[in-house]
């Protein structure tokens, strides 16, 4: 099963998203801010990340570059409410940007495009089909 690790600080949008990606077959852990975002990872590195960006301490977008330093094939999905960090530089590193919203079909599909992009390598099961 691929596993799926969603940071976000908000406890409530880590359950709807945990929710919607175990409905579509993934393993899903979650961490509530960077710093274990990056300790969950190194302990146990994930098939695909869902990052906020907008969270108290270490935001998603330095996040984001400590995971593209230390694990550069891990796909991460940046999930932000705020579509102005998409144009910020670092934002790129990121392998999708889906804006928040109450419907998560884009995410899960943003979740299942780069999973597939990266061709679920090492991975024992297949991506689930889009629902």
């Known amino acids: 099963m691929l596993r799926v690790l969603v940071v976000d600080d908000d406890e409530h949008q880590r359950l709807l998203c945990r929710e919607e990606l175990e409905e579509d077959g993934y393993e899903v852990t979650e961490a509530e801010d960077g710093r274990q975002a990056l300790r969950r990872i190194d302990e146990r590195p994930p098939d695909a990340v869902v990052l906020d960006i907008n969270m108290p301490g270490m935001d998603g977008l330095h996040t984001l570059t400590c995971i593209h330093d230390r ?9 932000s409410a705020y579509s102005a960090y998409k144009s910020q530089f670092v934002s790129w590193i990121a392998d999708a940007y889906v804006t928040k919203s109450s419907n998560l079909g884009a995410l899960r599909a943003a ?3 780069v999973l ?7 991975q024992s099961t297949s991506i689930p089909p889009a629902r």
Do not use: I, S
């Not at 694990?71 to 999930?79: A, D, G, I, Q, S």
């Open 71 to 79: 694990h550069r094939r891990l796909p991460v999905v940046l999930n």
């Open 116 to 122: 597939m992009a990266r061709g679920g390598e090492g």
């Open 111 to 113: 979740v299942r495009d």
